[in-house]
């Protein structure tokens, strides 16, 4: 899977530059066949549940105010949360590629799973 995705995925790999607005996305640590998109924000790292739906597109779980929105891929998905104001805690501005976040060591607090989902 992790061949289709963009240079921002990670897999399971968590790490953090030091600038507001920095992201990457990981596989999801307590829900199997999701991801997460992590964004990093004065020191902590805001971590939003990432679904691929049944019918191929792809949506962020953010706070219950948010309406869900759908997204054709995974780019398209990051260009809306790159504008401000969309319900994350930081707009996306920069992404953390994988050759970067492999020399960075993770010292930032973790905040789990944004939106915990059972399984149906």
């Known amino acids: 899977?992790?061949?289709?995705?963009?240079?921002?995925?990670?897999?399971?790999?968590m790490g953090?530059?030091?600038?507001?607005?920095a992201y990457l996305i990981r596989d999801s640590e307590t829900f199997q066949g999701a991801m997460?998109?992590?964004?990093?924000?004065?020191?902590v790292i805001y971590t939003y549940r990432l679904l691929k739906t049944l019918n191929?597109?792809?949506t962020l779980l953010t706070s219950?105010?948010?309406?869900e929105e759908y997204f054709k891929s995974i780019d398209d998905l990051?260009?809306?949360?790159?504008?401000?104001n969309q319900g994350l805690a930081m707009h996306l501005r920069h992404s953390i590629k994988r050759k970067t976040a492999?020399?960075?060591?993770?010292?930032?607090?973790?905040?789990p799973d944004y939106v915990e989902v059972e399984p149906s």
């Open 1 to 13: 899977m992790a061949a289709d995705m963009p240079l921002c995925y990670h897999g399971a790999l």
């Open 78 to 84: 990051i260009q809306h949360y790159k504008r401000k």
């Open 102 to 111: 492999l020399l960075i060591r993770a010292t930032t607090q973790y905040v």
């Open 36 to 43: 997460c998109l992590c964004v990093y924000k004065k020191h």
């Open 56 to 58: 191929g597109q792809y």
């Open 64 to 67: 219950g105010a948010c309406e």
């Open 16 to 21: 953090k530059k030091n600038k507001d607005g």
